[in-house]
């Protein structure tokens, strides 16, 4: 909101308890709106100029932080992930501007280092919804024991995908 004063942002997230957080933190900022999960297609259907997916995933950029997502890591559950990020991707789609103008994009990101979940996404978006990939970035785990915690930093992936 800082960084784009003219922006009208739209926000939602699945999970309940998140979605209240949402509506708190943004309750005083008249340019955020918080929607409803099942809301959003309507308050927003090709208008987008960015749609930021921040998709679930394995979480395997973030183990220093969350150990417990190591033992929730296997390939069923990966190639569940998988599926469920290409359908967030997809309902993102009808979401993106379309007036001839400069056309919407997909900020695609996880905290996973799984190619599978990153790049073969972007490449699966490219193929199947003729997206480009704009720029991409890959931010591997720094840091380690006895270092500062400013020299920390977890594992990412995002890109930015056009049509």
């Given at each position: 909101a800082r960084l784009f004063p003219e922006a009208e942002i739209v926000a939602r997230y699945v999970d309940s308890v998140r979605y209240e957080v949402?509506?708190?933190?943004?309750?005083?900022?008249?340019?955020?709106?918080v929607v409803p999960f099942e809301g959003i297609r309507d308050a927003c259907?090709?208008?987008?100029?960015?749609?930021?997916?921040?998709?679930?995933?394995?979480?395997?950029?973030?183990?220093?932080?969350?150990?417990?997502?190591?033992?929730?890591?296997?390939?069923?559950?990966?190639?569940?992930?998988?599926?469920?990020?290409?359908?967030?991707?997809?309902?993102?789609?009808?979401?993106?501007?379309?007036?001839?103008?400069?056309?919407?994009?997909?900020?695609?990101?996880?905290?996973?280092?799984?190619?599978?979940?990153?790049q073969a996404q972007a490449k699966w978006a490219s193929r199947w919804h003729h997206f480009s990939v704009e720029r991409e970035h890959v931010r591997m785990p720094t840091g380690g024991p006895g270092d500062p915690p400013t020299g920390y930093s977890d594992g990412a992936y995002a890109v930015l995908l056009s049509q």
């Open positions: 949402l509506e708190r933190t943004f309750a005083e900022l008249d340019r955020v709106r259907l090709e208008a987008a100029d960015l749609v930021l997916l921040d998709v679930p995933c394995s979480n395997t950029g973030v183990l220093a932080r969350r150990v417990e997502a190591r033992y929730r890591y296997s390939t069923r559950r990966r190639e569940q992930l998988v599926g469920v990020q290409r359908q967030i991707i997809a309902e993102a789609i009808p979401l993106l501007k379309r007036d001839g103008g400069t056309p919407g994009r997909i900020l695609y990101s996880t905290c996973s280092l799984d190619p599978e979940e990153n």
